[in-house]
């Protein structure tokens, strides 16, 4: 039993701790920075004067007025989360038939799949924007700046690690189940309505997750194609900021905005993390 | 495109079963086909169910797929400023779009290629950088302990802030004069107090040091997924046999965390280097040579300076530089265990 216990031990303790308090100073102090900047009043920030003395929390009241920043959250929330969703629902629909069924494009899809990961967003980038430029000019309807294309950008782009999500999962699923339904006479897909997709309700939950975290977190595709989101909102109100010709810059607002739109997406990270850990052990089982 | 957490789930697809997944468990024999030629074949029943893979599939034909076509095609042609939304008929540009592109000067004044090389220094120093970072805090949060659930959850504080607000936490950081480093630099005697982070050659190191600090965790996740995946008699046993923490490590615990450090390395590599995020923002009113990464380029090129037949060849030569890593992840991912770890 000692043995045991000692075998788990890969440092020995005094590294492990002094190693250990040097990475959480390195960890906590910018984050830390954040939170005082984010306390700190504009112009104490401007002059570089982050202290703990003159905390206070008018940042949080004034920097809606500074910019459009509840826009901006009402924007992404909505592209994020139908993002999301859809993604999730497409995701279990192509998961399915990948984990379960045999048909030629299979093997094709799930390579492409994986492979579309290594895909530079600029190769992407450059020509949807010119399809919907074109599409608007033949059309007259305007899709650069409105929500149903980066919403359908964002649902592709959250597809891929939902279906992985839910193919991984699903494959540690016993089949008898469904074919037990099948068998009292289920069709296939009743089967997956009623027995496999309660089944794989956490799978689903951490699929919407990280499909809500790539429309969130998102720079690229939003500055081109719908710059109303949290995430260019915050740079452009930085950007001012920069640029702001002897005004005195808000960066006491600039971080208090930055804190409201990191707190609710790390609560989200960190709820879901043993997921995220869990699916890379089950990977790295196979040994690679 | 991706997150790099992306990849979490893409490795987790490895596990299972070779051949889990294949055929149908019980497909009803077919009728044995009569001897005369000419009856009509009975069309093969399909699982209706197979085409619930349609949706997705469609989507990502129109957002990834035809792109993808489009962007080899305009690589060849003239757009500009005039003529994006009719860029069909635009006019025929061969091979100039890639010689200019590729060598010519741009709105930034960096050239594509010089952009390579910065976005190459900058992924493989940050991925260099960032292993003993993860090696050590995986190795630290392996034994159990009480508080050790907390500490993992630390670790991965950095990566899960999103870009954009590190990206502006660290332009304040690195602001010259007034920002922390500056400050805190100077206080220790280490460099002046104006050293100018965000502007000149410094901005570059500024950047790196920045990436570390963002996504460190992501190889660190990895580790310990390769970590926890070795099992423990091979431990307990090297234990039992006199080996101290240091010969566990290096005779039981590193050959074994070779594999998923290299497919660790590849893919975190490759997000560095399509990281547009931090760039982009960080230096946004500065914009220094030093920082001009192969995203940003293209970016600029594109929407500053309205050139789409030149962005669109820089673009397809970025997906042919990133083709062969890609390929080599592909070929390590191949969706059921690896020959050698059946053996």
Redesign the interface.
């Known amino acids: 039993m000692r043995s045991r216990h000692r075998a788990d031990r890969l440092l020995p303790p005094l590294v492990s701790r002094a190693g250990v308090t040097v990475l959480l100073v390195f960890i906590a102090v910018p984050v830390l920075y954040l939170i005082v900047l984010a306390l700190s009043p504009n112009s104490t920030v401007a002059l570089g004067g982050a202290g703990v003395r003159h905390l206070t929390l008018r940042n949080f009241a004034d920097m809606w007025s500074a910019a459009p920043i509840a826009r901006g959250i009402v924007n992404s929330v909505i592209i994020a989360g139908i993002s999301a969703a859809l993604a999730v629902i497409l995701g279990v629909g192509a998961a399915y038939p990948l984990a379960r069924l045999s048909f030629r494009a299979r093997k094709p899809l799930l390579y492409s799949l994986l492979g579309s990961q290594s895909v530079p967003g600029l190769a992407l980038l450059l020509p949807l924007y010119i399809m919907l430029a074109g599409i608007q000019g033949i059309l007259g309807v305007r899709l650069i700046g409105g929500f149903p294309a980066i919403i359908a950008v964002y649902m592709t782009f959250g597809l891929p690690l939902a279906t992985v999500v839910c193919f991984v999962y699903l494959r540690g699923l016993p089949r008898d189940l469904e074919e037990a339904a099948m068998v009292d006479g289920c069709t296939r897909l009743g089967a997956l309505r009623w027995v496999v997709a309660p089944l794989m309700a956490p799978a689903m939950v951490v699929s919407l997750v990280f499909a809500f975290l790539v429309g969130w977190n998102d720079v690229l595709f939003a500055s081109a194609l719908q710059n109303q989101t949290v995430a260019v909102t915050l740079e452009q109100f930085g950007l001012a900021q920069a640029e702001g010709f002897g005004a005195q810059p808000l960066y006491g607002d600039l971080m208090a905005a930055a804190l409201v739109s990191a707190v609710p997406v790390v609560a989200l990270y960190l709820a879901f993390q043993r997921y995220l850990v869990h699916g890379l052990a089950a990977g790295a089982l196979s040994g690679t | 495109?991706?997150?790099p957490?992306?990849?979490?789930?893409?490795?987790?697809?490895?596990?299972?079963p070779p051949g889990?997944?294949?055929?149908?468990?019980?497909r009803p024999r077919r009728p044995r086909r009569p001897w005369w030629p000419w009856w009509p074949r009975r069309p093969r029943r399909r699982?209706?169910?197979?085409?619930?893979?349609a949706?997705?599939?469609l989507?990502?034909a129109?957002?990834?797929?035809?792109?993808?076509v489009?962007?080899v095609w305009?690589s060849f042609l003239r757009?500009g400023s005039g003529n994006?939304?009719?860029?069909?008929t635009a006019p025929f540009a061969g091979l100039g779009n890639y010689e200019t592109g590729l060598t010519g000067p741009n709105v930034l004044g960096v050239s594509v290629l010089e952009s390579v090389w910065i976005s190459v220094k900058f992924s493989v120093l940050a991925t260099v950088a960032s292993t003993p970072?993860a090696f050590?805090?995986a190795?630290?949060v392996?034994?159990?302990f009480r508080g050790r659930a907390l500490?993992?959850?630390?670790?991965?504080?950095?990566y899960?802030?999103?870009?954009?607000?590190?990206a502006?936490?660290a332009?304040?950081?690195f602001?010259d004069?007034?920002?922390?480093v500056?400050?805190l630099l100077a206080a220790l005697h280490i460099a002046p107090v104006s050293t100018f982070w965000l502007i000149g050659p410094n901005a570059f190191w500024a950047m790196t040091f920045t990436e570390v600090?963002e996504v460190w965790p992501f190889i660190y996740?990895?580790l310990?997924?390769?970590?926890?995946?070795i099992p423990?008699d091979q431990?307990?046993a090297?234990?039992?046999d006199g080996a101290g923490?240091w010969a566990?490590?290096r005779y039981v615990?590193i050959p074994q965390l070779k594999?998923?450090y290299?497919?660790a390395f590849a893919l975190s590599t490759?997000f560095h280097?399509?990281n547009?995020?931090l760039p982009?923002?960080m230096f946004?009113?500065t914009r220094p040579a030093a920082t001009v990464t192969?995203?940003v380029n293209?970016?600029y090129i594109?929407?500053n300076g309205f050139d789409?037949g030149i962005?669109?060849a820089t673009?397809?030569f970025?997906?042919l530089l990133?083709?062969v890593?890609?390929a080599v992840?592909?070929w390590?991912?191949r969706?059921?265990?690896?020959r050698?770890?059946a053996a």
């Open positions: 495109m991706s997150q957490d992306t990849a979490a789930g893409l490795t987790a697809a490895k596990a299972g889990a997944g294949g055929g149908i468990a019980a699982e209706p169910a197979v085409w619930l893979v949706p997705g599939t989507f990502f129109l957002i990834v797929g035809i792109p993808l489009i962007v305009t757009i994006i939304a009719s860029w069909a970072i050590f805090a190795l630290s392996y034994h159990s500490l993992r959850s630390v670790y991965l504080l950095p899960v802030i999103p870009g954009f607000v590190v502006l936490l332009q304040l950081a602001h004069n007034s920002g922390a500056d400050r600090w996740l990895l310990l997924a390769g970590l926890q995946a423990r431990l307990e090297a234990t039992v923490w566990r490590l615990v594999g998923i290299a497919l490759l280097f399509g547009f995020t982009y923002i946004g009113n192969l995203p293209i970016y594109a929407f789409f962005a669109s673009a397809v970025n997906v990133l083709a890593p890609a992840y592909l390590v991912v969706f059921r265990p690896a050698r770890a």
